[in-house]
């Protein structure tokens, strides 16, 4: 057989490839392509690449068959999906035509397919909602994102709102780009989390805006306001800013909230918090916003205003709805308020220092008398200052034992003889200088720090009293209580606790306590009365005459002594009134068999009138003026010597007022009942 013919052989189909395998063959095994008979040789060779190709081809069709046929099982099961899906599916063109539907998604616009297809999906879109669904659109054709979601406001057929959350992919369609949406109804959802967001920012009890909502709402109003001031600048207007950027914060506390709360109880609190609340928002116009902030602690804000007297305008209202007294489960009950008032950009930049300046006027209208509103001044702001400086230090001079104790002695009247000495506090801070009690115990009070302050006092003033019991009288100690000290649920485990610790006999203790003490809860400062009674503790009524004095109260304690006021022996050389004050209140505690203690003694006059009266114990720089320990020793060993630190003659008006005090003393025994209260 010669080479073409061979060669001829290998013609059709596959020749040119048989040729070249076989090339490559005889390549492989060494042979000369240009001999005879070489192809002949490789015969066997060339056939098996024709059939490893026919096979190959063979399998390469069936993959295509497969791979076809996979695919329109593929697109069945989307299109199943696509349909039968419980959330609604709606694929779009670039241009945002629907192309097609499914069920979920007719269902939830009530709408056919018919009536889909071909239209614009924005024309089932609330318009608040266009600008940003474009933009997203944009992004995801272009590129830019794979997918983006969103909350959408949805408009049926019917005109009803639907609210759904949206899911967007890109899809991909015979080369063209597509957008396959996934639509979920979330009305019900959103209802019940706008609910649940309305309770947030809501004050169940009066249904107000509570302190979350107010801080937005403020800050809405100045960054308004900022708004404005910027487009003034920016303007080139010169001269004051607009009225109308100006905000005002009122601030509103209630006086004797808690008095109401803590005697009727906290429900007789809730009914009259709710009732203040519907008398406030009758005084208001619909854009000034009421908020209830804290206990018994309103807000106001006023944004926009054109007028500068709107504040106190606003303010005088507020104050005149409490002139009518609130008729409670058929309690008469008559409260007032405090109200601070601030201004934006005046007194602060920021809804943080605005509710400080408020607060800060608030609290020096409720110190300068109650039912009245102050404007936030700097002299407020220094206060206020001042405030967080003592709050800070009197932290530390606890720490530091910077507090101690004084002790200004008392005298039996009749003997001259030195029966207790009054425990007094002092501070003196190294950054601060000489503290006053009236600058510091406030604080003490208003941030708890008190408790701590009254125990080291307590203990302190137990403590050196053991040094005072040599003698054959024993002398006492009278200590302080604050009302927010007595208050407290375990102020008697304490004071057993220092009896205890310092070893003092509970009958050399006596606890001064203000009547302020008592209005909080009678039956509970009753009740704890009786308890330190019956550990042998006396308990005196200190102030008495400047509170809420009251002849119904006084005969259910276990009193042992009333003190008078020095507001009271001040006057007594120059006031008929207080002359008259005085002897009614010594008549009522006799009557009750109380011991009567007068502070403030300065002067013989006031002794000799104190003398008459019927005084039982004095107290005042002419006996004494506070001392420290080691003076307050040295005064001991004398014991019934009293020093006097001014012997001022008694002056024509002492003398008459002590002839009077005579002839008051005289008719009171001669006259029966005259030693009660007038």
């Not at 501070?427 to 008190?450: K, Y």
């Not at 604050?482 to 009958?507: C, H, M, P, Y």
């Not at 003490?517 to 019956?534: P, S, V, Y």
Request: aromatic fraction near 6%.
């Amino acid at each position: 057989m010669t080479t073409p013919k061979s060669g001829g052989a290998f013609r059709g189909k596959y020749g040119s490839l048989a040729v070249a395998i076989a090339g490559l063959g005889a390549a492989a095994l060494g042979l000369n392509a240009r001999a005879p008979g070489w192809c002949m040789a490789l015969l066997p060779v060339a056939g098996a690449a024709v059939v490893f190709e026919e096979m190959r081809y063979a399998r390469l069709l069936s993959r295509q068959r497969v791979e076809s046929e996979r695919l329109r099982e593929s697109e069945m099961r989307f299109r199943n999906a696509f349909q039968e899906a419980s959330v609604g599916m709606v694929i779009l063109d670039v241009d945002g035509r629907v192309q097609s539907v499914n069920k979920g998604f007719t269902d939830l616009l009530h709408a056919t397919p018919d009536e889909l297809v071909g239209k614009f999906l924005f024309d089932y879109i609330s318009p608040e909602h266009h600008a940003d669904v474009r933009q997203q659109r944009e992004a995801i054709l272009s590129g830019q994102i794979r997918n983006y979601g969103a909350e959408r406001r949805f408009i049926r057929r019917d005109g009803v709102s639907v609210w759904v959350r949206t899911s967007v992919s890109l899809l991909l369609i015979d080369g063209q780009h597509h957008t396959i949406t996934l639509v979920e109804d979330i009305s019900e959802k959103k209802r019940i989390r706008d609910r649940l967001r309305k309770q947030a920012l809501r004050d169940p009890l009066t249904g107000l805006p509570n302190r979350r909502e107010f801080e937005q709402v403020l800050d809405v109003a100045l960054t308004v306001a900022k708004g404005d001031e910027v487009r003034h600048r920016m303007n080139g207007e010169a001269g004051m800013l607009p009225r109308s950027n100006e905000v005002a914060l009122i601030y509103i506390d209630l006086d004797r909230f808690k008095l109401v709360n803590d005697t009727l109880g906290h429900r007789y609190g809730d009914l009259l918090l709710k009732s203040t609340a519907r008398r406030f928002r009758e005084c208001l116009e619909p854009d000034q916003f009421l908020a209830r902030v804290g206990g018994d602690e309103f807000t106001v804000v006023l944004s926009g205003l054109q007028k500068s007297d709107v504040p106190a305008t606003v303010a005088k209202r507020l104050l005149e709805s409490f002139r009518v007294p609130f008729d409670i489960d058929g309690h008469e009950i008559s409260i007032g308020a405090s109200i601070g008032i601030s201004r934006y950009p005046l007194d602060g930049k920021d809804g943080s220092s605005l509710l400080q300046s408020a607060d800060a006027a608030m609290y020096a209208a409720k110190h300068s008398g109650q039912r009245r509103f102050m404007f936030f001044t700097a002299e407020m702001r220094a206060a206020a200052h001042d405030r967080l400086s003592i709050e800070s230090h009197l932290r530390r001079a606890l720490d530091h034992r910077e507090i101690t104790v004084h002790f200004q002695p008392q005298y039996e009247l009749a003997t001259d003889r030195l029966v207790r000495f009054e425990a007094l506090c002092r501070w003196f801070s190294p950054v601060l200088g000489q503290v006053s009690p009236d600058r510091f115990i406030p604080v003490a009070e208003e941030t708890g720090i008190i408790h701590a302050l009254g125990s080291h006092i307590l203990r302190e003033s137990c403590r050196q009293a053991l040094n005072w019991q040599e003698g054959e009288h024993p002398v006492q100690v009278a200590v302080n209580v604050s009302a927010v000290q007595f208050a407290r649920a375990d102020f008697v485990k304490s004071v057993v606790d220092i009896l205890r610790e310092t070893g003092l006999r509970s009958s050399l203790l006596e606890l001064e306590i203000t009547e302020s003490a008592f209005i909080r809860d009678r039956e509970d400062g009753i009740r704890k009365m009786e308890q330190l009674k019956h550990l042998g503790v006396r308990i005196s009524i200190d102030d008495f005459g400047t509170g809420y004095s009251s002849l119904s109260y006084l005969q259910h304690m276990p009193l042992d002594s009333l003190k008078i006021d020095r507001s009271f022996t001040a006057k007594l050389g120059s006031s008929p009134t207080a002359l008259s004050m005085v002897r009614a209140i010594i008549a009522m505690a006799r009557a009750l068999g109380l011991r009567i203690v007068t502070e403030g003694v300065e002067n013989a006059a006031q002794v000799e009138l104190l003398r008459v009266l019927g005084t039982d114990d004095v107290q005042g720089y002419y006996y004494g003026r506070p001392e420290d320990a080691a003076a307050t020793l040295e005064r001991v060993s004398r014991r019934t010597t009293v020093v006097m630190q001014s012997e001022t003659a008694p002056t024509t008006q002492d003398l008459a007022a002590i002839h009077a005090a005579t002839s008051l003393a005289v008719t009171s025994h001669a006259v029966p009942g005259a030693a009660q209260l007038p």
